[in-house]
Each structure stands twice: as structure tokens, then as C-alpha cells.
């Protein structure tokens, strides 16, 4: 039986509005548009204009219209080309770390002083930062060296094992784990 022939879809104007409060002429059937943004559902233009944009971007990342002057093949036997200019490496000299004298453990709220010289030459802002466990580091204290030498007065105020660094203005480091009680 077709939706035609069921009895709701012979009713008159009248009855129909007696029981739904409006007429065939002045009610819409729900349209796709019509629905509510929760739970809208995409026209079949905004679905295939979505389907293209990801097949463009895929398309784009994985390099397939290759618009340089560059081959896009290797060969089968020889070095593989070099699709870029590569510069000699002149990276900075990797830091050192050099351990920190003085007491492993200390009550809570203990002053601590590190004191030191640096290079001919080397000046700077010497700053000391701490880390609870894990945690992020946070800046305990900082100087300026001057006349060749440093010194800086911080405190723990919170218990917990606690790693301490020293950045010096050369890029070096010293570093000490203290057990704050």
C-alpha cells in the first residue's frame, strides 16, 4: 500500500487541521535544510565540496603535483639526488655540565649560594632554575656575572627532591639534585 492510499493522507484541510494545526497549503514538509544544527545533515554539495577539499589536501601533502624544477624519480642505481641546497653544518658546541658542589640534603627554607668564575671574556645574566620530580622548571634566582666571577643566593621553600641548574652566560651548565626535607 502506497503512503497515497493510507487514511492520514486523505484527510481534509479541515481535519488535518484540527489535529495538526495547519493546512497542506500553508505547512512544508520537513526539508533537509529545515533541521535543526544538532542534528543537521549535509546537502550532497556540502558533502562533495567536503570530499574534494580533503582530497586536495591529501593531494598537496603527499607531493604529488611537484610544481619545482627538481626530478620527482630516483634512479635504479647510483647516489640518490639531492633535491636542495644543503649548507655545512655549523652547529653551536653542544653544552657541558659539570656537577655542583655542596650538601645533598637541606632543611626547608635553607639559603643556598653558588658562587664561581667564568671564561676570559664571558659575561652575562647567570641564571638558576629548579625542578620539583618531574615538574616544569621555574627560575629560582638570577645575577649578573661581573669581573669575571658570580655569585647568587636563592632559596627551597618547597620539600620534595629537587634538581637545580646553573646556565651560565657561555651556554654551560652545572647542575646538583638536593632532597629539600
Known sequence: MGWR????????????????????????????SSLTSSGKRHTRREALAALILIAAAVVYYSGAFNHSHQRTFTPVSGPVPTPYLRLPQT???????????????VPRGAYMTVTGTLP?????????????????????????????????????????VVHVRLALPNGDYAIKTIHVR
Open 5 to 32: 492510499e493510507r487514511d492520514w493522507a486523505k484527510w481534509t484541510d479541515a481535519e488535518r487541521r484540527r489535529f495538526y494545526g495547519t493546512t497542506r497549503a500553508t505547512s512544508h514538509p520537513p526539508t533537509r
Open 91 to 105: 652547529s653551536p658546541p653542544s653544552p657541558s655540565y659539570t656537577r655542583m658542589s655542596g650538601p645533598s640534603s
Open 120 to 160: 676570559q671574556g664571558v659575561s652575562g645574566p647567570v641564571i638558576v632554575e629548579g625542578q620539583w620530580e618531574s615538574g616544569p622548571w621555574y627560575e629560582l634566582a638570577s645575577t649578573t656575572s661581573s669581573n669575571g666571577g658570580y655569585r647568587v643566593r636563592y632559596t627551597l621553600l618547597r620539600p620534595g
